[in-house]
């Protein structure tokens, strides 16, 4: 059974950082495209980020685009989101997903077939 638990979220003065982690347990880490979504209170849930089993190709909302910074170490069975110059407007839970079966990240959601329980950002200025 596929397991993502992510950590690393909390209260943070704007224009401060995070590094969120999320750590997989139950299937072959370095096959799995991985991406960061957050959802905030009543919208949608939207992406984040994204990066390939590998790690050579990623992607960005453009709203994160120079902020944010998704890597991976394969190693640990652990995909981070190192978040910079946070917003107000980056507050929201933020989940990690596992998609097994694209090479690259999707921006959907749907071809995540596993989720982490979420960590909650909150951001205030």
């Known amino acids: 059974q596929v397991q993502l638990v992510e950590s690393g979220g909390g209260l943070v003065q704007a224009g401060g950082s995070l590094r969120l982690s999320c750590t997989v347990s139950g299937r072959t880490f370095s096959g799995y495209t991985m991406g960061w979504f957050r959802q905030a209170p009543r919208k949608e849930r939207e992406f984040v980020a994204g990066i390939s089993g590998s790690g050579r190709i990623t992607s960005y909302a453009d709203s994160v685009k120079g902020r944010f910074t998704i890597s991976r170490d394969n190693a640990k069975n652990t995909v981070y989101l190192q978040m910079n110059s946070l917003e107000p407007e980056d507050t929201a839970v933020y989940y990690c997903?596992?998609?097994?079966?694209?090479?690259?990240?999707?921006?959907?959601?749907?071809?995540?077939?596993?989720w982490g329980q979420g960590t909650q950002v909150t951001v205030f200025s």
């Open positions: 997903g596992g998609d097994w079966h694209s090479l690259s990240p999707s921006t959907s959601s749907g071809p995540y077939d596993s």
